[in-house]
């Protein structure tokens, strides 16, 4: 139901976008979010945004390097991600929620598969 994509390879320093789109049912009104998860470590929280896309949150490591959106029909999420180095290499998975924001990944009820983000140094 949701399909991350925009993963890749890229060097220290790059930007990537990652985008997610929903399929089979609408998130319009689901607040919709990005984890990611490193080899040995558990899933980390990166960001989210409300289902009106007017609340943001964010890891403090990540704030002012990467930025969430939701497309215009609202059932699309995005992750712009500037600055990467080799400490962002993880799989990156969208989910979504029904209202509110929780850095606990257990609280989020929808998972895409993941998009694997790789940064070189």
């Known amino acids: 139901q949701l399909q991350a994509s925009g993963g890749g390879l890229v060097q220290a320093g790059d930007s990537l976008r990652l985008s997610c789109a929903a399929s089979?049912?609408?998130?319009?009104?689901?607040?919709m979010g990005w984890f990611r998860q490193a080899p040995g470590k558990e899933r980390e929280f990166v960001a989210a945004i409300t289902e009106s896309g007017g609340n943001t949150y964010y890891t403090d490591s990540m704030k002012g390097r990467f930025t969430i959106s939701r497309g215009n029909e609202k059932n699309t999420v995005f992750l712009q991600m500037n600055s990467l180095g080799p400490e962002d290499t993880a799989v990156y998975y969208c989910?979504?929620?029904?209202?509110?924001?929780?850095?606990?990944?257990?609280?989020?009820?929808?998972w895409g598969q993941g998009t694997q983000v790789t940064v070189s140094s």
């Open positions: 989910a979504a929620r029904y209202r509110g924001s929780s850095a606990t990944a257990s609280d989020w009820r929808y």
């Open positions: 089979g049912r609408t998130f319009i009104t689901y607040t």
